[in-house]
């Protein structure tokens, strides 16, 4: 199976920016579409943002949609998200996850593997 892992969290900020990564170590997840979730203290999962097999179709939710930015690198078969402008209602464990299905979709269950999560904190 495809296993994910993420970096990039961290301490920042309001308004400042991070960039997360997640990457497959000896695999390459080149023909699967992308996403990124996050999950807060007491609250379920919530879908943030995706982006297609070939990198040319991305989606976002309404909260982060123009702070926030997924890309990915098919060299380097790393997915990227740019997290800017961020606030502290951000700050949630950050998961990467991959799905068999080549479009962009939002739902967890669409999702077939996992990253274990990256901690963002964002201060005020």
């Known amino acids: 199976q495809v296993q994910l892992v993420e970096s990039g969290g961290g301490l920042v900020q309001a308004g400042g920016s991070l960039r997360l990564s997640c990457t497959a170590p000896g695999r390459t997840f080149s023909s699967y579409a992308m996403g990124w979730f996050r999950q807060a203290p007491g609250k379920e999962r919530e879908f943030v943002a995706a982006?297609?097999?070939?990198?040319?179709?991305?989606y976002y939710a309404d909260s982060v949609e123009g702070r926030f930015t997924i890309s990915r690198d098919f060299a380097k078969n790393t997915v990227y998200l740019q997290m800017n402008s961020l606030k502290p209602e951000d700050t949630a464990v950050y998961y990467c996850?991959?799905?068999?299905?080549?479009?962009?979709?939002?739902?967890?269950?669409?999702?077939?593997?996992w990253g274990q999560g990256t901690q963002v904190t964002v201060s005020s």
């Open positions: 996850a991959a799905t068999q299905y080549r479009a962009v979709v939002a739902g967890i269950a669409d999702y077939d593997y």
């Open positions: 982006i297609s097999w070939s990198g040319g179709s991305t």
